[in-house]
Nanobody
Framework: QVQLVESGGGLVQAGGSLRLSCAVS????????MAWFRQAPGKERDFVAA????????PYADSVKGRFTISRDNAKNTVYLQMNSLKPEDTAVYYC?????????????????WGQGTQVTVSS
């Protein structure tokens, strides 16, 4: 069973930065496409960013391009989301997800495993 555990969320002022981490159990981390999604209260879970197995492709949602950076360390079974220039509209629960498929997707149904989420709150 694959387990994903997010950390690094918190309260930050607008313009600040946070770095989220997602630790993945098991020996097959390097075979997964990894992604971050977020869900604000009363809204659907939205795609934020993804990263392919070797880190060569990293698509982003338009709303975070130029501010967020996704990366992975296959030796540590961990994926990261560096978030800079945070805005109040970035406030949400952030989820880490893993996909066993070979195609990157923005759709939640394309991911096989999910973490429990970590709260990010950006104050104005």
């Amino acid at each position: 069973q694959v387990q994903l555990v997010e950390s690094g969320g918190g309260l930050v002022q607008a313009g600040g930065s946070l770095r989220l981490s997602c630790a993945v159990s098991g020996r097959t981390f390097r075979t997964y496409i990894m992604a971050w999604f977020r869900q604000a209260p009363g809204k659907e879970r939205d795609f934020v960013a993804a990263i392919t197995r070797n880190g060569g492709t990293t698509p982003y949602a338009d709303s975070v391009k130029g501010r967020f950076t996704i990366s992975r360390d296959n030796a540590k079974n961990t994926v990261y989301l560096q978030m800079n220039s945070l805005k109040p509209e970035d406030t949400a629960v952030y989820y880490c997800a893993a996909a066993a498929s070979q195609w990157v997707t923005h759709l939640t149904r394309g991911y096989d495993y999910w973490g429990q989420g970590t709260q990010v709150t950006v104050s104005s």
